[in-house]
C-alpha cells in the first residue's frame, strides 16, 4: 500500500506530492530528504536505498517519468491520480496511463535523458554511444512519409571477469538482457527465436567447474526470466519467445550465465615505484576477438590511492582517437579509446606524483 | 479577457510562486470565467486551472478560490474536469462546508454516459473525505459496483474501502462486503477483482480488530479454499501490483493436505521466472511457508529458489539488486550451507556500492566452509588493501570471523598475520584486535602470533581498539616475548598522552600480569604503573589502579589469583542476532522488514525513529520498551539507572510509589519470591495515586543494588477477568492466531526459587497451569531453557490470550509474549498469569 508519492528536486523542492490516504504526519518528504541528504556524513557512504512505509520508489527509469525534468510535471500529477487509488496502485503500464494523459508533453532532448530500464546499469557514468547496429532499424521502411514502423531489439550484456595478478580467471560472469523497443502500430505479435541449443539451469550441485566449452558448443544459461509479455508455450520446444510488445522499451528476457568463455579483452598492469614519491604505471590491454568485429568507445578506469596529487600520462606512439584524464574527485585514471581493432595489443603509460606527505608511507 | 499567455507560462514553473496576489488574480480571472459562454472559454479555463495546480504543487495556499473553482466545473471538457478534481480532493477537507457544493455535480456526473467521467467522478466523491457527507456516497457506490464499464467497478471497489474509513457503519449497512466479494469471485475484469481484494483486505482487518464475532466470521472467508484457488487460478490476468497482493494472500493459506501444496507450487512454478523481482519475491514466500513442515521439500524450494534470486541481483536497478540481495542475505543466514557453492555470486565488485559490498561480506563470512574456506579467504585478502577504507576493515574482519568459525585456521592465521606486514595503521589496528579474539579461543596458535605481533612497534598504532589489543597480548604473553617489560614501560612513561580510558586500563592489567610472570624486570613499571593510574583523572582507571594496590598490599598471592588466572578458551562469542530475530524477520519474508532489519541492528537504529509512526516499521519485540524507555528518560534522570539495568521492565508494571518504598524495605530482608506470591490487590491499595517517576527510580536502585525485587504488583486492583475453565482451541488455530495477531505484551518476570526447581519436570508447571485455567498447547526446550505455549479463554466471549513463555531455570526468569484478541484485557490478564506462575512451586 502507498500512502504518499513524491518527486523531489536536488535541494528538496517537491516536484510531485501526493497523499493517497492522508495518514503520516506532515513533513514526510522533509524527514525523508534529510535522512538521504545527509546520511552519515563522517564516513561518506552512500544511503542504501530505503523503503519505508510512508516513501516508496519507483524506479526512476520507469516510462512514467520519461520526461519529468522539472517541465512535464503536471502529466506526472494528473497521471499520479490515476496510477494509485487509495494506496492501491492500479496500472503502471504506459499504454494504459497514455490515454488518461491529453496534453502534449514537452519533449526532451533524448540525449540529456539518463538511459532508461535494466540497460541503465551498463552506462553507469558514461555516456552512451550506441555502435552502427542499434541505431540502424531492423525493420527497414520507407523513409518520410507517415510515421516508421520499426522495431529495436538490442541485446545488452555485461561481463564481469577477473583475473588475477597473473593473469588467470578468477571469476566470470555475463549479466544479459534481451531489450526491445517497439514503435510497430496495431501490436502484432512478434516471434523471437534464440538458438536451438540453448539450455537452462547447470546440472550438478557446484555452479562454477569449469567445463571445456570454449569454442562453441551449447549455450548454457544458469537461468533467465522474462517479461510478462512474453509466452513461453512453445519454448521448450524449439527456443521461440512469443509476445505482443507493449509500448516503449522493456527488457524481453533477463539471463545470468557463469559458463566459461573467452573474455574479450585482456588487461595487464605493471606497477614500479620509481622514486620516493613517485610509481610508474604499464598498462597493457590486449583485444581479443574476432577480426571481423571492432569494439567501439573503449573506457579504462583505474582507482588511484587517495594521496595522488598528479598524473602525467605518455601513450603509445602513433595512438589515434585515444585521451587520457585524471579524475580528481573520484580519484580515478581515465583512458578513452574510440576504437579497439581485434588482436592489438594497446599499452598506456603513465607517471603519478604523490603527496610529498605520504613520502614517508612508501618508503617504509 | 485578462489571462495572456506569458504570465500563464511563467506561473508553469513551480518553483518561484508570486503569492498572493497570485490568488486574488486566479480568483478574479476564474469569476470572469464561471459564466462565460465565450468560444475561447474553455480553453481559458483550461490554462487558469492548471496555473490554479502548479500554485498547489509550488505549496501556495489557493483554498481561498474554492468557490469559483466550484463554479467554473461545469464544463465538458476533460482536462478541465480532472484538474477540478484534484483541486476538490485536496481541499474538501479543510473546508467540509464549501465541499457540500462539490456534491451536486459530481453526482451529476456519476451519472454522466462517458465512464471515464463517471469513474472521476465517483473517484472524487470518495474521496472528500467529510464525513457529514457520507449519505450522498452509498448509492452512488452500490450502482458503481454493478456499472458497465470494469474502470467504474474498479473504482467502485476501492471507494467502499475509502467509506469504510469515513463512516464503518455506513459501508456495514450498505452490504457492500458481501457484494465486494460476490464481485471478486465472478468478475471478469482482473484489476476490479484486485480491487475488491484489497478493499476486503483492509475492512476485514479493521472489523476483525473491532470485535470477536467479526473475526470469527471473517475467519472462515479466509479458511475457506475456493478463495486462495479462484485467484490463483487467474494469476496470470492481475497485473504485477496485483499478482503481489495475491500471492501475500497465498502465503497465509494453510493447505488441508500435502496435494494441495503441490498443486499451488505447480500452479505458481512460473512465476519464478517473471522478471519483475516483486513478484519473485511475493513467490518464493509462498513456497516457503508452505513447505515449513516438509524439510525436505523446503531445502529443495531453497535451491529451487538460488538461480532466480541471483538472476534478479544482477539484472535491473542498483536499488533492486539491494533489496532482493537483502533477501538473500536473510536466506543465507538461514542455511549457509546451501549456498555455499555459490560463493563466487557473492565476490564484491569494483563498481559495488558500499552497502551492497558490506551485505556480501556478512554473507561470504556465513558461507564459509571447509571446502571453500581457501577461495574466499583469498579474495577477501584481496578488499584488505582497498581504496574504500571502511570496506577494507569490514573484510578483516571477515577473514577473522571466518577464523574464529573454522578449526583448520592455520592457513587464515598466517594470512591474517600477513596483513601486519602491510603496514596501514588501520590495517593493523584491525588485524591486532582480531588476533587478540583468535588467541583467546584457540590459545594453542599463541607461539605463530606473538613472534609476529612482538614486532609491532606500538607508536605506529592509533587507534585504541587495535592498541588495547596489543597490550593485552603483551600481558597475556609477556612470558613468551622476551621485551614485553620493556615495551610495556615504555608505555607507561608515555601515559599522560594516551587519551584513551580504555587503553590506560588495558595497560595497567597487562602491567599487572607481566609482574607475575617476571617480577625483577617489570617491578620498576609497575610501580610507576600505580602510581600513575591512581592519580589518573579517570574514575575508572583511579579505582582500577588502586583496586590493584590494596590487593598487593594484602596479599600479593590473592592478587596473583585475580590477575592471572588459569584461563579457559573461550568455545563461542556471543552472537550478534539471537536466532529469534531472524524468525521473525523470515515471517515477514517480502516486506520492508527484511532491509530495514540489517540497520536496525546495528547503531542506523536510532535514525529511523523520527515519528511515532515509524517505530513500527523497525521490527522486533525490543521497540516498543526501546521507546518506552525512551518516554522515561524524559520523565526522570534517575532513570538511566532503568534504561541499562532493568531492560525487561515496561511500562504496564509499575507503581509502588514513595510510600512503599518504606514498605519495601523491610520486604526486602524477606525472601522475594515471598514478595511476588503476595496477592497483587494488597500492594496496590498502598500504591494508588502516587507518582510513577520516584517508584521507577526507586526500582531502578533495587534491581541496580541486586536487591532482587523484581515482581512489581500489578498497578491496578485486580480486574474482573476470570478465566474459561475449558477453553479449545486446535493447534493449527492458535498457529494462525499467534501469526495474525500483533503483541500485545512482553515482559519479564521472575520465578520462585522452588518453582525453578520443580520445573525440572515440565509436566507438571503445565499441570499447575492448567488449575489455573490456563492450557499449555506446546512446549519444549532443554534444561536451563524451557519454552511453553499456553493459551486461555476469557470467560463468556471467545476472545483468546496466547502466551509465549520461556522460562531459564538457572536465573528463576521467565519471559513472557502475550498476544490477545482483545488487546484491552491483555494486562489484567498478564498480571493473572504471573501470578499464577509465581505460585508455581511454592504449594
Same mark, same amino acid.
Given at each position: 500500500?502507498?500512502?504518499?508519492?513524491?518527486?523531489? @528536486?536536488?535541494?528538496?523542492?517537491?516536484?510531485?506530492?501526493?497523499?493517497?490516504?492522508?495518514?503520516?504526519?506532515?513533513?514526510?518528504?522533509?524527514?525523508?530528504?534529510?535522512?538521504?541528504?545527509?546520511?552519515?556524513?563522517?564516513? #561518506?557512504?552512500?544511503?542504501?536505498?530505503?523503503?519505508?512505509?510512508?516513501?516508496?520508489?519507483?524506479?526512476?527509469?520507469?516510462?512514467?517519468?520519461?520526461?519529468?525534468?522539472?517541465?512535464?510535471?503536471?502529466?506526472?500529477?494528473?497521471?499520479?491520480?490515476?496510477?494509485?487509488?487509495?494506496?492501491?496502485?492500479?496500472?503502471?503500464?504506459?499504454?494504459?496511463?497514455?490515454?488518461?494523459?491529453?496534453?502534449?508533453?514537452?519533449?526532451?532532448? #533524448?540525449?540529456?535523458?539518463?538511459?532508461?530500464?535494466?540497460?541503465?546499469?551498463?552506462?553507469?557514468?558514461?555516456?552512451?554511444?550506441?555502435?552502427?547496429?542499434?541505431?540502424?532499424?531492423?525493420?527497414?521502411?520507407?523513409?518520410?512519409?507517415?510515421?516508421?514502423?520499426?522495431?529495436?531489439?538490442?541485446?545488452?550484456?555485461?561481463?564481469?571477469?577477473?583475473?588475477? @595478478?597473473?593473469?588467470?580467471?578468477?571469476?566470470?560472469?555475463?549479466?544479459?538482457?534481451?531489450?526491445?523497443?517497439?514503435?510497430?502500430?496495431?501490436?502484432?505479435?512478434?516471434?523471437? #527465436?534464440?538458438?536451438?541449443?540453448?539450455?537452462?539451469?547447470?546440472?550438478?550441485?557446484?555452479?562454477?567447474?569449469?567445463?571445456?566449452?570454449?569454442?562453441?558448443?551449447?549455450?548454457?544459461?544458469?537461468?533467465?526470466?522474462?517479461?510478462?509479455?512474453?509466452?513461453?508455450?512453445?519454448?521448450?520446444?524449439?527456443?521461440?519467445?512469443? %509476445?505482443?510488445?507493449?509500448?516503449?522499451?522493456?527488457?524481453?528476457?533477463?539471463?545470468?550465465?557463469?559458463?566459461?568463455?573467452?573474455?574479450?579483452?585482456?588487461?595487464?598492469?605493471?606497477?614500479?615505484?620509481?622514486?620516493?614519491?613517485?610509481?610508474?604505471?604499464?598498462?597493457?590491454?590486449?583485444?581479443?576477438?574476432?577480426?571481423?568485429?571492432?569494439?567501439?568507445?573503449?573506457?579504462?578506469?583505474?582507482?588511484?590511492?587517495?594521496?595522488?596529487?598528479?598524473?602525467?600520462?605518455? %601513450?603509445?606512439?602513433?595512438?589515434?582517437?585515444?585521451?587520457?584524464?585524471?579524475?580528481?574527485?573520484?580519484?580515478?585514471?581515465?583512458?578513452?579509446?574510440?576504437?579497439?581493432?581485434?588482436?592489438?595489443? %594497446?599499452?598506456?603509460?603513465?607517471?603519478?606524483? %604523490?603527496?610529498?606527505?605520504?613520502?614517508?608511507?612508501?618508503?617504509? | 479577457?485578462?489571462?495572456?499567455?506569458?504570465?500563464?507560462?511563467?506561473?508553469?514553473?513551480?518553483?518561484?510562486?508570486?503569492?498572493?496576489?497570485?490568488?486574488?488574480?486566479?480568483?478574479?480571472?476564474?469569476?470572469?470565467?464561471?459564466?462565460?459562454?465565450?468560444?475561447?472559454?474553455?480553453?481559458?479555463?483550461?490554462?487558469?486551472?492548471?496555473?490554479?495546480?502548479?500554485?498547489?504543487?509550488?505549496?501556495?495556499?489557493?483554498?481561498?478560490?474554492?468557490? $469559483?473553482?466550484?463554479?467554473?466545473?461545469?464544463?465538458?471538457?476533460?482536462?478541465?474536469? /480532472?484538474?477540478?478534481?484534484?483541486?476538490?480532493?485536496?481541499?474538501?477537507?479543510?473546508?467540509?462546508?464549501?465541499?457540500?457544493?462539490?456534491?451536486?455535480?459530481?453526482?451529476?456526473?456519476?451519472?454522466?454516459?462517458?465512464?471515464?467521467?463517471?469513474?472521476?467522478?465517483?473517484?472524487?466523491?470518495?474521496?472528500?473525505?467529510?464525513?457529514?457527507?457520507?449519505?450522498?456516497?452509498?448509492?452512488?457506490?452500490?450502482?458503481?459496483?454493478?456499472?458497465?464499464?470494469?474502470?467504474?467497478?474498479?473504482?467502485?471497489?476501492?471507494?467502499?474501502?475509502?467509506?469504510?474509513?469515513?463512516?464503518?457503519?455506513?459501508?456495514?449497512?450498505?452490504?457492500?462486503?458481501? =457484494?465486494?466479494?460476490?464481485?471478486?469471485?465472478?468478475?471478469?475484469?482482473?484489476?476490479?477483482?484486485?480491487?475488491?481484494?484489497?478493499?476486503?483486505?483492509?475492512?476485514?482487518?479493521?472489523?476483525?480488530?473491532?470485535?470477536?464475532?467479526?473475526?470469527?466470521?471473517?475467519?472462515?472467508?479466509?479458511?475457506?479454499? *475456493?478463495?486462495?484457488?479462484?485467484?490463483?487460478?487467474?494469476?496470470?490476468?492481475?497485473?504485477?501490483?496485483? *499478482?503481489?497482493?495475491?500471492?501475500?494472500?497465498?502465503?497465509?493459506?494453510?493447505? =488441508?493436505?500435502?496435494?494441495?501444496?503441490?498443486?499451488?507450487?505447480?500452479?505458481?512454478?512460473?512465476?519464478?521466472?517473471?522478471?519483475?523481482?516483486?513478484?519473485?519475491?511475493?513467490?518464493?514466500?509462498?513456497?516457503?511457508?508452505?513447505?515449513?513442515?516438509?524439510?525436505?521439500?523446503?531445502?529443495?524450494?531453497?535451491?529451487?529458489? /538460488? &538461480?532466480?534470486?541471483?538472476?534478479?541481483?544482477?539484472?535491473?536497478?542498483?536499488?533492486?539488486?539491494?533489496?532482493?540481495?537483502?533477501?538473500?542475505?536473510?536466506?543465507?543466514?538461514?542455511?549457509?550451507?546451501?549456498? =555455499?557453492?555459490?560463493?563466487?555470486?557473492?565476490?564484491?565488485?569494483?563498481?559495488?556500492?558500499?552497502?551492497?559490498?558490506?551485505?556480501?561480506?556478512?554473507?561470504?563470512?556465513?558461507?564459509?566452509?571447509?571446502?571453500?574456506?581457501?577461495?574466499?579467504?583469498?579474495?577477501?585478502?584481496?578488499?584488505?588493501?582497498?581504496?574504500?577504507?571502511?570496506? &577494507?576493515?569490514?573484510?578483516?574482519?571477515?577473514?577473522?570471523?571466518?577464523?574464529?568459525?573454522?578449526?583448520?585456521?592455520?592457513?587464515?592465521?598466517?594470512?591474517?598475520?600477513?596483513?601486519?606486514?602491510?603496514?596501514?595503521?588501520?590495517?593493523?589496528?584491525?588485524?591486532?584486535?582480531?588476533?587478540?579474539?583468535?588467541?583467546?579461543?584457540?590459545?594453542?596458535?599463541?607461539?605463530?602470533?606473538?613472534?609476529?605481533?612482538?614486532?609491532?612497534?606500538?607508536?605506529?598504532?592509533?587507534?585504541?581498539?587495535?592498541?588495547?589489543?596489543?597490550?593485552?597480548?603483551?600481558?597475556?604473553?609477556? *612470558?613468551?616475548?622476551?621485551?614485553?617489560?620493556?615495551?610495556?614501560?615504555?608505555?607507561?612513561?608515555?601515559?599522560?598522552?594516551?587519551?584513551?580510558?580504555?587503553?590506560?586500563?588495558?595497560?595497567?592489567?597487562?602491567?599487572?600480569?607481566?609482574?607475575?610472570?617476571?617480577?625483577?624486570?617489570?617491578?620498576?613499571?609497575?610501580?610507576?604503573?600505580?602510581?600513575?593510574?591512581?592519580?589518573?583523572?579517570?574514575?575508572?582507571?583511579?579505582?582500577?589502579?588502586?583496586?590493584?594496590?590494596?590487593?598487593?598490599?594484602?596479599?600479593?598471592?590473592?592478587?596473583?589469583?585475580?590477575?592471572?588466572?588459569?584461563?579457559?578458551?573461550?568455545?563461542?562469542?556471543?552472537?550478534?542476532?539471537?536466532? $529469534?530475530?531472524?524468525?521473525?524477520?523470515?515471517? $515477514?519474508?517480502?516486506?520492508?522488514?527484511?532491509?530495514?532489519?540489517?540497520?536496525?541492528?546495528?547503531?542506523?537504529r536510532g535514525?529511523?525513529e523520527y515519528s511515532e509512526?515509524?517505530t513500527?516499521?523497525?521490527?522486533?519485540?525490543e521497540d516498543p520498551e526501546n521507546v518506552i524507555s525512551a518516554q522515561r528518560y524524559q520523565e526522570n534522570d534517575n532513570d538511566l539507572l532503568l534504561s541499562t539495568s532493568d531492560k525487561e521492565d515496561n511500562g504496564t508494571r509499575v507503581s509502588n510509589g514513595s510510600s512503599t518504598s518504606s514498605?519495601n524495605?523491610?520486604?526486602?530482608?524477606?525472601?522475594?519470591?515471598?514478595?511476588?506470591?503476595?496477592?497483587?490487590?494488597?500492594s496496590a491499595?498502598m500504591t494508588t495515586g502516587v507518582p510513577t517517576s520516584s517508584s521507577l527510580s526507586n526500582f531502578g536502585l533495587d534491581d541496580l543494588l541486586?536487591?532482587?525485587v523484581t515482581e512489581a504488583p500489578a498497578p491496578r486492583?485486580?480486574?474482573?477477568?476470570?478465566?474459561?475453565? /475449558?477453553?479449545?482451541?486446535?493447534?493449527?488455530?492458535?498457529?494462525? /492466531?499467534?501469526? *495474525?495477531?500483533?503483541?500485545?505484551l512482553s515482559q519479564e518476570?521472575?520465578?520462585?526459587?522452588?518453582?525453578?526447581?520443580?520445573?525440572?519436570?515440565?509436566?507438571?508447571?503445565?499441570?499447575?497451569?492448567?488449575?489455573?485455567?490456563?492450557?499449555?498447547?506446546?512446549?519444549?526446550?532443554?534444561?536451563?531453557?524451557?519454552?511453553?505455549?499456553?493459551?486461555?479463554?476469557?470467560?463468556?466471549?471467545?476472545?483468546?490470550?496466547?502466551?509465549?513463555?520461556?522460562?531459564?531455570?538457572?536465573?528463576?526468569? &521467565?519471559?513472557?509474549?502475550?498476544?490477545?484478541?482483545?488487546?484491552?484485557?491483555?494486562e489484567?490478564?498478564?498480571?493473572?498469569?504471573?501470578?499464577?506462575?509465581?505460585?508455581?512451586?511454592?504449594?
Open positions: 500500500m502507498i500512502s504518499q508519492f513524491f518527486v523531489l @528536486s536536488q535541494r528538496g523542492d517537491h516536484i510531485v506530492f501526493r497523499d493517497y490516504r492522508g495518514e503520516v504526519p506532515k513533513g514526510s518528504a522533509e524527514i525523508f530528504f534529510r535522512k538521504v541528504k545527509f546520511w552519515n556524513d563522517d564516513e #561518506a557512504e552512500e544511503a542504501p536505498p530505503v523503503f519505508v512505509r510512508v516513501c516508496y520508489f519507483l524506479p526512476p527509469s520507469h516510462s512514467l517519468f520519461e520526461n519529468v525534468d522539472g517541465v512535464n510535471y503536471i502529466h506526472v500529477k494528473v497521471a499520479g491520480l490515476f496510477f494509485v487509488d487509495f494506496g492501491y496502485p492500479q496500472t503502471t503500464s504506459t499504454e494504459v496511463l497514455k490515454s488518461y494523459i491529453f496534453n502534449e508533453p514537452i519533449m526532451v532532448d #533524448a540525449g540529456r535523458l539518463p538511459p532508461l530500464g535494466p540497460a541503465a546499469m551498463f552506462m553507469q557514468g558514461t555516456k552512451r554511444m550506441p555502435g552502427t547496429a542499434v541505431t540502424k532499424s531492423v525493420v527497414a521502411t520507407e523513409p518520410g512519409g507517415k510515421k516508421r514502423e520499426e522495431i529495436f531489439v538490442d541485446i545488452i550484456e555485461r561481463i564481469s571477469v577477473t583475473f588475477s @595478478s597473473s593473469g588467470y580467471i578468477l571469476t566470470s560472469e555475463i549479466d544479459g538482457t534481451i531489450q526491445m523497443k517497439s514503435y510497430l502500430s496495431g501490436n502484432p505479435e512478434i516471434r523471437l #527465436a534464440l538458438n536451438e541449443d540453448l539450455s537452462i539451469g547447470r546440472t550438478g550441485s557446484s555452479t562454477f567447474d569449469y567445463r571445456s566449452s570454449s569454442g562453441g558448443g551449447t549455450v548454457v544459461l544458469d537461468d533467465c526470466n522474462f517479461h510478462e509479455s512474453v509466452h513461453l508455450d512453445s519454448f521448450d520446444i524449439d527456443r521461440t519467445l512469443s %509476445l505482443i510488445p507493449p509500448d516503449g522499451e522493456f527488457p524481453v528476457m533477463n539471463y545470468r550465465m557463469t559458463q566459461e568463455f573467452k573474455p574479450p579483452f585482456r588487461v595487464t598492469a605493471l606497477i614500479e615505484e620509481a622514486g620516493p614519491s613517485r610509481a610508474e604505471v604499464l598498462l597493457k590491454i590486449r583485444a581479443d576477438f574476432s577480426a571481423n568485429v571492432t569494439a567501439n568507445t573503449i573506457t579504462v578506469q583505474m582507482p588511484v590511492p587517495s594521496y595522488t596529487m598528479r598524473a602525467s600520462f605518455e %601513450l603509445e606512439a602513433g595512438a589515434v582517437g585515444q585521451t587520457t584524464d585524471f579524475k580528481e574527485g573520484s580519484r580515478r585514471l581515465e583512458w578513452n579509446l574510440k576504437k579497439a581493432i581485434a588482436f592489438t595489443v %594497446l599499452t598506456y603509460f603513465f607517471i603519478s606524483q %604523490l603527496q610529498e606527505i605520504s613520502q614517508r608511507k612508501l618508503v617504509q | 479577457m485578462a489571462p495572456t499567455v506569458p504570465t500563464a507560462a511563467k506561473s508553469a514553473s513551480p518553483s518561484q510562486p508570486s503569492g498572493k496576489s497570485e490568488v486574488a488574480d486566479l480568483k478574479q480571472q476564474l469569476r470572469q470565467l464561471a459564466g462565460s459562454r465565450a468560444p475561447d472559454a474553455d480553453d481559458q479555463r483550461r490554462d487558469v486551472f492548471k496555473r490554479v495546480i502548479s500554485c498547489m504543487t509550488a505549496g501556495i495556499d489557493v483554498s481561498a478560490a474554492f468557490g $469559483e473553482m466550484v463554479m467554473c466545473s461545469a464544463t465538458s471538457d476533460v482536462v478541465t474536469k /480532472k484538474m477540478c478534481y484534484l483541486y476538490v480532493g485536496a481541499h474538501a477537507r479543510a473546508h467540509p462546508d464549501l465541499a457540500l457544493l462539490t456534491i451536486n455535480f459530481l453526482q451529476r456526473d456519476c451519472r454522466d454516459q462517458d465512464p471515464t467521467i463517471r469513474g472521476l467522478a465517483l473517484r472524487s466523491l470518495c474521496s472528500l473525505r467529510v464525513p457529514n457527507l457520507v449519505e450522498y456516497l452509498v448509492t452512488p457506490l452500490t450502482t458503481g459496483l454493478k456499472d458497465p464499464s470494469a474502470y467504474v467497478r474498479m473504482i467502485a471497489a476501492v471507494g467502499a474501502a475509502k467509506l469504510y474509513h469515513i463512516s464503518a457503519t455506513a459501508c456495514l449497512d450498505a452490504d457492500l462486503p458481501a =457484494s465486494l466479494k460476490a464481485l471478486m469471485l465472478s468478475d471478469p475484469d482482473a484489476q476490479v477483482v484486485a480491487n475488491c481484494l484489497h478493499a476486503l483486505q483492509e475492512i476485514w482487518t479493521l472489523e476483525a480488530a473491532n470485535s470477536e464475532s467479526a473475526a470469527r466470521e471473517i475467519e472462515r472467508h479466509y479458511i475457506a479454499s *475456493q478463495l486462495y484457488f479462484t485467484l490463483l487460478n487467474r494469476i496470470k490476468e492481475f497485473s504485477e501490483w496485483a *499478482q503481489c497482493t495475491v500471492l501475500e494472500l497465498a502465503s497465509k493459506f494453510l493447505p =488441508s493436505d500435502n496435494n494441495e501444496i503441490f498443486d499451488i507450487m505447480n500452479l505458481l512454478e512460473d512465476r519464478l521466472q517473471h522478471a519483475n523481482g516483486a513478484v519473485v519475491l511475493a513467490t518464493i514466500k509462498v513456497f516457503l511457508h508452505l513447505t515449513m513442515s516438509m524439510t525436505d521439500v523446503h531445502q529443495q524450494v531453497y535451491e529451487r529458489i /538460488k &538461480a532466480p534470486l541471483l538472476t534478479l541481483v544482477g539484472a535491473g536497478s542498483p536499488e533492486q539488486s539491494y533489496s532482493v540481495l537483502c533477501h538473500l542475505h536473510l536466506l543465507v543466514m538461514r542455511a549457509p550451507m546451501l549456498f =555455499s557453492s555459490d560463493y563466487k555470486s557473492f565476490y564484491c565488485q569494483f563498481s559495488d556500492p558500499s552497502y551492497v559490498k558490506k551485505l556480501k561480506l556478512e554473507m561470504l563470512t556465513a558461507i564459509a566452509n571447509e571446502s571453500n574456506t581457501y577461495e574466499i579467504v583469498t579474495e577477501l585478502c584481496e578488499y584488505a588493501g582497498n581504496v574504500d577504507v571502511p570496506i &577494507a576493515r569490514e573484510s578483516i574482519r571477515a577473514v577473522g570471523k571466518i577464523a574464529l568459525q573454522q578449526y583448520d585456521v592455520n592457513a587464515i592465521v598466517d594470512r591474517l598475520l600477513q596483513f601486519l606486514e602491510m603496514d596501514k595503521d588501520y590495517v593493523t589496528a584491525e588485524t591486532l584486535v582480531l588476533v587478540k579474539d583468535l588467541l583467546r579461543k584457540y590459545p594453542q596458535w599463541s607461539h605463530d602470533c606473538i613472534a609476529v605481533v612482538g614486532n609491532i612497534s606500538s607508536k605506529n598504532i592509533q587507534e585504541p581498539k587495535g592498541k588495547a589489543a596489543l597490550i593485552w597480548m603483551l600481558g597475556e604473553y609477556s *612470558q613468551d616475548m622476551h621485551d614485553a617489560p620493556y615495551i610495556l614501560e615504555g608505555l607507561v612513561e608515555n601515559w599522560d598522552e594516551e587519551h584513551s580510558p580504555e587503553v590506560r586500563l588495558h595497560l595497567l592489567t597487562a602491567v599487572m600480569k607481566c609482574f607475575f610472570k617476571r617480577p625483577p624486570e617489570t617491578q620498576k613499571a609497575l610501580g610507576a604503573t600505580l602510581a600513575a593510574g591512581i592519580s589518573d583523572t579517570h574514575q575508572d582507571v583511579h579505582d582500577r589502579a588502586l583496586f590493584y594496590y590494596r590487593l598487593l598490599q594484602y596479599d600479593p598471592s590473592v592478587a596473583e589469583r585475580v590477575v592471572n588466572p588459569p584461563k579457559q578458551a573461550v568455545s563461542v562469542f556471543a552472537d550478534m542476532q539471537s536466532s $529469534e530475530m531472524k524468525d521473525r524477520i523470515f515471517d $515477514e519474508f517480502n516486506s520492508l522488514s527484511v532491509p530495514s532489519y540489517l540497520f536496525t541492528d546495528k547503531d542506523h535514525p529511523f509512526d515509524l513500527n516499521l523497525t521490527v522486533g519485540a514498605y524495605a523491610p520486604s526486602d530482608l524477606i525472601s522475594p519470591s515471598l514478595l511476588s506470591s503476595q496477592p497483587p490487590a494488597e491499595l541486586g536487591l532482587g486492583p485486580p480486574p474482573a477477568l476470570t478465566l474459561n475453565s /475449558k477453553p479449545v482451541l486446535d493447534p493449527g488455530t492458535f498457529q494462525r /492466531k499467534w501469526g *495474525q495477531l500483533a503483541l500485545s518476570c521472575s520465578l520462585s526459587p522452588q518453582g525453578a526447581a520443580a520445573l525440572m519436570n515440565p509436566q507438571s508447571l503445565i499441570r499447575h497451569m492448567q488449575g489455573n485455567y490456563i492450557q499449555c498447547i506446546a512446549s519444549g526446550g532443554q534444561p536451563p531453557n524451557y519454552k511453553f505455549f499456553f493459551y486461555a479463554q476469557k470467560d463468556g466471549v471467545t476472545a483468546f490470550f496466547l502466551v509465549e513463555c520461556i522460562i531459564n531455570t538457572a536465573s528463576a526468569k &521467565a519471559q513472557l509474549k502475550i498476544k490477545a484478541d482483545d488487546g484491552t484485557a491483555a489484567a490478564f498478564s498480571t493473572l498469569f504471573q501470578s499464577a506462575l509465581s505460585k508455581f512451586g511454592l504449594s
